[in-house]
């Protein structure tokens, strides 16, 4: 009988195998976790806006690297014990547990300058966006509330946003 060793990026270790981030199940478990702490923590989901379109015109190959590049963004807006995980195809979460004072507006504008900024592609430049939605909770409040609340902002938010322009390689 030999021993097998699963890849590092496998599905079962709980990371999305293109971005590397943690994948949906561990997020939900990070998030339990963390309302669970006695701690504030807040949640953001980010859908990436005109992202489609990247796929359409570019291919699936620039579309994956724009996701890697949008993965590597979101970690540097985060500390490292923060949660950020791929949940779908162009949808992240980020799930932060505070210290002291809640900044979730402060890192939601982060993110959003983080990810608006030109991603270099073969050939030129894409541009795409997010739409945020927010759940801000005090220490105990349930996760299940926490992440409705944010679904529900980000679906308002994504509906005031349709307007967007399209993105164009520059």
């Not at 199940?25 to 669970?36: L, S």
Request: glycine residues 10%; proline residues 3%.
């Amino acid at each position: 009988m030999t021993d097998t060793l699963a890849p590092a990026h496998s599905h079962t270790s709980g990371l999305d195998e293109l971005t590397g981030l943690a994948d949906r199940r561990h997020f939900y478990a990070a998030v339990d976790a963390v309302a669970q702490s006695g701690l504030a923590w807040s949640v953001l989901l980010v859908d990436l806006d005109r992202f489609r379109h990247v796929n359409d015109a570019f291919g699936y190959l620039v579309g994956d690297g724009v996701l890697h590049t949008v993965a590597d963004r979101l970690r540097a807006c985060v500390h490292p014990f923060d949660t950020i995980a791929r949940i779908g195809g162009d949808e992240f979460a980020i799930v932060v547990a505070w210290q002291g004072t809640s900044n979730i507006a402060e890192l939601a504008l982060e993110v959003i300058g983080a990810v608006e900024r030109p991603i270099p592609v073969e050939g030129g430049t894409v541009e795409v966006g997010c739409t945020i939605g927010i759940g801000d909770a005090a220490a105990g409040d349930p996760a299940i509330t926490v992440l409705a609340v944010a679904d529900r902002d980000r679906a308002i938010r994504k509906a005031y946003r349709r307007d967007a322009h399209v993105t164009t390689l520059h």
